[in-house]
């Protein structure tokens, strides 16, 4: 996540936005535009233009209890 790589749920595959490129259209609910996808099987990855992201399909960033939070 501190790189700018999400999980996608669906997919099953890390994914992040091209470098320097805007997505096309962006809404409410997901945006189209190029992202690069982490292949595992073949440990590359591969770049997938005019793709339509939809936010409840991208893994929600994990919380992590501060060290105060935590009970010995």
């Not at 501190?2 to 992040?16: C, I, L, P, S, V």
């Not at 470098?19 to 690069?36: F, H, I, Q």
């Not at 982490?38 to 990855?45: H, K, L, P, S, V």
């Not at 770049?47 to 010995?72: C, G, T």
Request: zero cysteines; glycine letters at 4%.
């Amino acid at each position: 996540y501190n790189r700018g790589w999400y999980y996608h749920k669906e997919a099953r595959q890390w994914f992040t936005r091209i470098p320097n490129m805007e997505p096309l259209v962006k809404t409410p609910t997901y945006e189209r535009g190029s992202y690069a996808f982490f292949d595992q099987g073949n440990w590359e990855t591969v770049r997938k233009d005019n793709f339509v992201l939809h936010y409840e399909l991208v893994e929600k960033r994990p919380s992590l209890p501060s060290a105060s939070q935590i009970v010995r």
